[in-house]
């Protein structure tokens, strides 16, 4: 019975937190944006090992990072006491700029294209959207003429299931070629 299992978002010491009972999802609010621990519940398993920005993406031949953190002493595990020595990521090597977090808004899951159950594919009716809880991280343009980011993740009830999505808009009167994504 998945009835127990209800997503929750909400703010605690520091960090968002993504919560359903099942998985749990920490982002880091400072010194910027980056996912803290992303872990099974039922297990207390840890499945992150090192901080890295939350999303990346390439416009005109350039690598634009999205949130994340420099300081990490070992990268094969994350300690509490590294938090204090974390610092904001700025321009280096081949990223040429770098978006800061800004602002977070969270709300009930929305329908992000039609659909209609087929009965030949699922046995039951299925609620769409899908029961669960949106967080939509807007992060800081480094210079003008880039695009506006956000960066989206839902968590769901009942399912050990967080997506995450990058959304970009273009906020310039030219045309913009995004030759590849990451997050």
């Known amino acids: 019975d998945p009835s127990a299992y209800v997503a929750k978002v909400f703010e605690q010491d520091g960090k968002l937190v993504l ?3 099942l998985v749990r999802r920490e982002l880091l609010l400072s010194p910027d944006l980056v996912t803290w621990s992303l872990k099974c519940v039922t297990t207390g398993e ?3 090992r090192s901080l890295d920005n939350e999303a990346e993406f390439m416009l005109d031949g350039k690598w634009y990072q999205i949130g994340g ?3 990490q002493p070992i990268h094969n595990y994350v300690l509490d ?3 204090k020595d974390l ?3 700025e321009t280096h090597g081949s990223v040429a700029g770098v978006y800061h ?3 977070y808004e969270v709300g009930p899951i929305r329908a992000r294209f039609e659909w209609k159950r087929r009965s030949e594919w699922s046995a039951r009716e299925l609620d769409w959207p899908p029961k669960g809880r949106e967080l939509t991280v807007r992060f800081t343009t480094p210079a003008p003429g880039l695009p506006k980011v956000e960066v989206h993740y839902e968590i769901y009830d009942g399912a050990p299931i967080i997506s995450k999505w990058l959304r970009l808009e273009n906020a310039s009167a030219r045309t ?3 030759a590849s994504c990451r997050s």
Do not use: M, Q, T
Request: with cysteine; charged share 35%.
């Open 69 to 71: 953190v420099a300081g």
């Open 46 to 48: 840890e499945y992150l």
């Open 176 to 178: 913009n070629v995004i």
């Open 101 to 103: 977090y800004e602002s």
């Open 81 to 83: 006491d590294w938090k």
């Open 87 to 89: 610092k904001r990521c």
């Open 19 to 21: 919560d359903n009972g």
